[in-house]
């Protein structure tokens, strides 16, 4: 429960980035959540109250403008996992061009509706695309 309890002080103090807080609510929050970390007896939960302390400016200035950095820590996250992959490459302009393309690349269209037609019947598959031929 004091676990649950913590959390939902959590809560409610990230959720004042939805609103027009001003200092005096984002300061009693704040203190909400730390005292009742520090007053437990759960370790986890002091530890948590020690790394929200020590990031409350970052955390403060999301509440006050609602910017975050969460788009930038994905698209670094992509370029190090195709670097990863990409390691075996024979030279390095081949690695810079494919996390280069990786990382600019554009979400695929998720609005086009699945045609789950059959792609034998001619006209049935996407545009310029033959239907696959049967074994003879």
Do not use: Y
């Not at 005096?24 to 002091?46: G, I, M, N, Y």
């Not at 020690?50 to 994905?74: L, S």
């Not at 996992?81 to 280069?100: D, K, S, W, Y």
Request: hydrophobic share 40%.
């Amino acid at each position: 429960m004091t676990a649950w309890i913590a959390k939902e002080n959590l809560r409610d103090l990230l959720a004042l980035a939805r609103t027009v807080a001003d200092r005096r609510q984002l300061v009693h929050a704040h203190w909400k959540f730390l005292t009742w970390c520090a007053d437990t007896d759960v370790s986890e939960l002091r530890q948590l109250a020690v790394t929200v302390d020590r990031w409350w400016t970052e955390t403060a200035a999301f509440i006050d403008t609602g910017h975050h950095i969460a788009k930038n820590e994905g698209i670094n996250r992509v370029i190090k996992l195709v670097a990863r992959a990409a390691f075996g490459f024979r030279n390095a302009e081949n690695q810079r061009i494919r996390t280069r393309c990786v990382a600019t690349r554009e979400p695929a269209n998720t609005s086009a509706p699945l045609n789950f037609e059959d792609t034998d019947r001619p006209g049935s598959g996407p545009p310029g695309r033959r239907a696959p031929r049967r074994p003879a």
